[in-house]
């Protein structure tokens, strides 16, 4: 039996009110001090991008300051919830601006003009009429550490700044030329959706399912990174076809105790139980609250999946809802067979106590 | 006593013996303290969760002996430390006995049938998860079955031969091989002796602790195949939740001779229905006589299931088994 499915996947997909430290010293080179983790994702290379985009900087010029709180990091997000490109972009796009408006000051008070007559292009700042005038950021840099105040975060930051970023900030005071933002809390609830068509066949004596072909298409916002976009929305994929049609948690009401440990009895999805190929797309429209315009896919993308699997399968059933996830081989054969009613189906998912 | 997880090997006496009469000597010598490592697929996970907790283990895959496939007067015979692999790629056993090659080569995932032997897909422990839990049930050597209760979590259990244990034969090439009248040749210092794959195996009612005739000191050590069945029409297929790395739901191990349209003897063998592999000699008499259709498939498919006692979680391998015996015979 042949069964198609059409399924959507929301998911709120982005936050605020972290904060972002970037620092530069004579060298010039861009040390962007991020607290993102990585899951695989490499979500702590792609916010710092939006630092880089910011100072015009090229990414070898850049130095990602990662993994181990000791190494003065700002409070970020914890990788969680969809929300890692749109919350920590807003971070570091911020504090790259306060070091931009600070790179200006320094050069219209060394170079004459007001910061507002400055721009930067080939890691200098120059004056617009005269891109003569100007100083490389590695000197601007060097002049800031002369300077020492505000430009080294030794004094006027934001007084909004998290305890842990306060910390970070002290430690890293006078030792280098500093950016520093705190993101203010936005308004609304920046949404992640994507969209998932599919077509299975159902075997109705094994009780089987096979997915014969499946496209998920996920509105995020700007796409900073395509095969990371793909990566999430196939990644989402086997996450949805686990829940809606393998993954089940069990636990065994009579000694209170977890009974699908280890991944064999988990049953995570392995690659013949997920399609050949997962076609994806994207919109690729900017999100107004958000300085690249980017938003979260992770979430949605297992959403869709698991819906359009779930109505796929009820569709080959002449409609049949079963009411829980996962679909599993044994609940399709008793449907199949009229035992649904003898027959109980296992509570997963939960404790029945 | 509950399964707990540790990061390190537990203090086992490890012997690799290279030659087949230091390996039974040592068998002789430690008895039930000495655990037969083949593959160690169904080794390493008891010795992980500390579920077995063996003294010394004995590996046996250095034995070039009790490796390889050759062929005999009257058939095959195969080592039993033989890869699983190494089966289902063999020229020899895939054109003469594509039942066992189809068997072994869905088993588990391929990294499994890499290093899993043939013999330790035949002897591995049931899959109950009680069991591999460490609980104390009767086959722990306890006195209940948690799988067999009003609220057991029971949907992988067994529909027949149930005796206070309700576990089944998880493996995927034992009903190939009973379908294949195979013989198995058990070795120990005392000598050798022959027993027909069918009556290899055992349930609860015979030996609640033991899944197979193999008492201590002895050891699988190959399998020989008659060319009884060579070149037959065969059926093989296995329905798991998941299509790698898991266990069947039932499988079906199916051979018939056929002149012109009718069957002229069959073997249809059935696993993970019965702590044994559950050969369904009623159905191979059935059909017997009559052609490879649909009419003969549905004639026969309750009887394939006769006697079956459902448990609270499992009535879905009934209509499964049928399916499996219908397609089998449908061909």
Redo the contacts between chains.
């Keep these: 039996m042949v069964g198609l499915g059409i399924g959507q996947g929301y998911h709120n997909a982005g936050r605020s009110g972290m904060d972002g430290i970037v620092m530069m010293g004579p060298d010039g080179r861009l040390k962007v001090h991020n607290g993102v983790g990585n899951l695989g994702t490499y979500s702590y290379a792609a916010v710092s991008r939006a630092a880089a985009e910011v100072l015009k900087m090229p990414w070898d010029r850049v130095d990602i300051i990662t993994g181990r709180t000791d190494l003065h990091l700002p409070i970020t997000s914890p990788q969680d919830g969809s929300n890692s490109i749109f919350t920590n972009t807003r971070t570091f796009y911020g504090a790259a601006q306060d070091m931009l408006t600070k790179m200006k000051e320094i050069a219209a008070n060394d170079l004459g003009g007001a910061p507002e007559d400055y721009d930067i292009s080939n890691e200098r700042v120059h004056q617009i009429a005269d891109d003569s005038a100007g100083m490389t950021f590695g000197e601007v840099a060097a002049r800031g550490l002369e300077l020492g105040g505000k430009y080294t975060g030794e004094a006027e930051l934001p007084e909004e700044l998290a305890e842990w970023t306060q910390i970070a900030a002290d430690r890293l005071a006078g030792t280098g030329f500093m950016g520093i933002f705190h993101d203010p809390r936005h308004e609304g609830n920046p949404p992640g959706f994507t969209v998932t068509c599919c077509e299975i066949e159902l075997d109705k004596e094994t009780g089987k399912i096979e997915i014969h072909d499946m496209i998920s298409i996920g509105e995020a916002g700007t796409i900073m990174h395509p095969k990371g976009m793909d990566n999430q929305l196939v990644g989402g994929a086997v996450w949805g076809i686990g829940l809606s049609a393998l993954e089940r948690h069990l636990y065994d009401p009579q000694n209170g105790i977890p009974a699908s440990t280890g991944y064999w009895q988990s049953k995570v999805p392995t690659y013949l139980d997920c399609p050949l190929k997962i076609d994806t797309g994207w919109v690729d429209l900017p999100d107004p609250e958000n300085p690249v315009g980017a938003r979260g896919i992770g979430e949605p993308s297992q959403g869709s999946v698991s819906a359009a699997l779930t109505a796929a399968i009820t569709d080959a059933l002449d409609g049949h809802i079963f009411g829980a996830s996962p679909i599993t081989t044994d609940m399709i054969l008793n449907h199949i067979a009229g035992t649904s009613e003898e027959s109980v189906p296992l509570a997963q998912n939960n404790y029945r106590g | 006593m ?2 707990t997880s540790h990061d390190v090997m537990p203090d086992i006496e490890l012997y690799q013996p290279a030659d087949e009469a230091t390996a039974l000597d040592l068998a002789s010598r430690l008895g039930n303290e000495g655990w037969l490592l083949g593959g160690g697929q169904d080794t390493y ?1 008891w010795l992980k969760d500390r579920n077995k907790n063996p003294s010394a283990m004995i590996e046996l895959t250095q034995i070039d002996a009790w490796k390889g496939i050759t062929e005999t007067v009257d058939g095959i015979e195969i080592g039993a430390v033989t890869t699983l692999t190494d089966i289902a790629r063999d020229p020899l056993i895939q054109s003469r006995f594509g039942l066992l090659a189809e068997a072994a080569g869905i088993v588990a ?1 391929p990294q499994i049938r890499n290093v899993g032997t043939l013999g330790g897909n035949l002897i591995q422990d049931t899959r109950c ?2 069991y591999r ?1 460490g ?1 104390d049930c009767y086959r722990a050597g306890g006195n209940i079955c ?1 799988a067999d ?1 009003p ?3 029971n ?1 992988e259990h067994a529909l027949f031969g149930a005796s206070r244990c309700v576990a089944v034969t998880p493996s995927d090439t034992a009903p190939a091989l009973v379908a294949l009248d195979a013989t198995m040749v058990i070795s120990s210092t005392s000598g050798q002796r022959e027993i027909p794959a069918q009556d290899f195996f055992v349930g609860p009612d015979r030996d609640i602790l033991n899944m197979t005739v193999l008492n201590e000191g002895e050891i699988l050590t190959a399998v020989r195949i008659p060319n009884t069945w060579a070149n037959a029409e065969f059926y093989f ?1 296995k ?1 798991a ?6 266990f069947a ?1 039932v499988n079906v191990a199916a051979a018939f001779r056929t002149s012109g349209e009718n069957i002229e003897d069959a073997r249809i063998v059935c696993g993970a229905v019965e702590c044994v592999p559950r050969r369904l000699q009623d159905v191979e008499a059935a059909i017997r006589g009559r052609s490879r259709s649909d009419s003969t498939a549905n004639a026969v498919a309750d009887m394939a299931t006769a006697g079956a006692r ?1 448990l ?5 391998k ?3 088994m049928q ?2 015996v ?2 089998a015979i449908r061909g």
């Design positions: 509950v399964a996970g995932s998860w009680y839990r609980l948690y209760s609220e057991g979590l949907r297929e329905v939740d998941r299509n790698v790395w898991d739901l459902p609270n979680y499992n009535n879905f009934v209509p499964l399916n499996l219908k397609r």
